[in-house]
């Protein structure tokens, strides 16, 4: 998030509760200053690290786009509605409901940080 104090700010829905953040906030962000979970694998809320969008990990659906997004690297609108946990027939494979656990699973066997080989 932003550090600046005189910050723009954007209010969106997420999991359908109403969420004010400062402006350049990414939906992830978001969801882990309110409590809500979305799994992160490639990126890390620290200081010095960078959100890439390269694992898929935390993907999320977002009302009126035709494909997940990942929130590590998708700064919130005003008026965004997001859903955190994709869900529906509408959404393509791999990044349906059930693939979503696989996913993770392959992300982590590929980390050498997890997984040594
Ligand atoms: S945490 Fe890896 S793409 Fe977002």
């Known amino acids: 998030m932003p550090d600046s ?6 209010t969106f829905s997420l999991d359908g509760k109403y969420v004010t953040v400062p402006e350049g906030t990414t939906i992830w962000e978001a969801a882990n ?25 935390c993907m999320v659906e977002i009302e009126g786009e035709r494909v997940l997004a990942a929130s590590c690297i998708r700064d919130v609108t ?6 955190p946990q994709p869900s529906g027939p509408k959404n393509p494979a791999p990044s349906s409901p059930n693939c979503w ?3 993770s699973l ?4 590929t980390n050498p940080l997890i997984s040594p080989r």
């Open 5 to 10: 104090l005189n910050l723009k700010t954007v």
């Open 33 to 57: 200053a309110k409590g809500t979970l979305i799994p992160h694998l490639c990126h890390k809320p620290s200081t010095g690290y960078r959100a890439d969008g390269n694992c898929r990990a």
């Open 78 to 83: 005003d008026g965004m509605v997001v859903i």
């Open 101 to 103: 656990p696989l996913i």
């Open 106 to 109: 392959m992300s982590a066997m």
